[in-house]
């Protein structure tokens, strides 16, 4: 069942165009990597489906419901989860506090997140639950903003370079998150670099290239594609 459905996505800054007619779709229950250099409009296609960006045309399809144009909050209500690159916590929160400002009701179709529940899946975080977020490190900073947004119970989670700046430790647990969520039946598009992470845990991929997407297709066929790797990623 597709649960994401993006078709002919233009994004702008101002006059300048970043995205362009920009296609992708995510299923239940599957990892689609997102991948390019820097630049290449990851981020920013992340923004324009959440909504976050003012100019944009095309279609976005959540649930088989049109979600384009709509204010990103009413986008996270629907259940479209999305960890943002920056790491947005909440410095002079605990751990648990940040947790309880991510919390939203049970939603059908979707796995329910308790506190106790992600601290088996981030053991960290349960050793800290009344540390204040701006005494953690990055990792654990990253591992906060993840399950707060877990804490929305979410049908399709958004992350944005998660392994990036984070310890190879912090790294092999996300991994290990990613494959537990995909065994909830959560569906993720992950924009990435790190093609030996993004590898462990994607069933798909899309690469980008100055805002369009220029190959598609298993995870495991683009690893073994030399040609394809070096050009668009220079691995």
Same mark, same amino acid.
């Given at each position: 069942m597709t649960?994401?459905?993006?078709?002919?996505?233009n994004a702008f800054y101002g006059r300048a165009q970043i995205l362009f007619d920009v296609g992708l779709h995510v299923r239940r229950g599957e990892v689609v990597a997102l991948m390019g250099r820097n630049g290449a409009g990851k981020s920013?296609? !992340?923004k324009a489906?959440?909504?976050l960006l003012p100019h944009t045309k095309g279609a976005v399809m959540f649930m088989n419901e049109?979600?384009?144009g709509r204010a990103p909050y009413r986008i996270a209500r629907l259940g479209l989860g999305y960890v943002a690159e920056d790491r947005r916590i909440f410095g002079d929160l605990t751990v648990m506090e940040n947790l309880d400002a991510g919390r939203q009701p049970p939603r059908d179709g979707a796995p329910l997140w308790t506190p106790e529940k992600l601290f088996r899946v981030f053991p960290n975080l349960g050793e800290m639950r009344n540390r204040r977020a701006s005494? !953690?490190?990055g990792g654990e900073q990253q591992m906060l903003t993840i399950s707060r947004t877990l804490m929305g119970n979410p049908r399709v989670l958004l992350l944005d370079e998660p392994s990036e700046g984070v310890a190879p430790v912090i790294v092999e647990q996300m991994a290990d998150m990613i494959v537990e969520l995909k065994r909830e039946g959560i569906a993720i598009l992950l924009s990435e670099q790190n093609l030996h992470f993004a590898a462990l845990v994607s069933d798909r991929v899309y690469v980008l290239e100055k805002g369009q997407i220029r190959h598609e297709g298993p995870m495991n066929e683009f690893v073994r594609d030399d040609a394809a790797r070096r050009a668009y990623l220079g691995v």
């Open positions: 649960l994401l459905e993006v078709d002919a996505l920013t296609t !992340m489906i959440m909504g049109s979600i384009a005494r !953690m490190s």
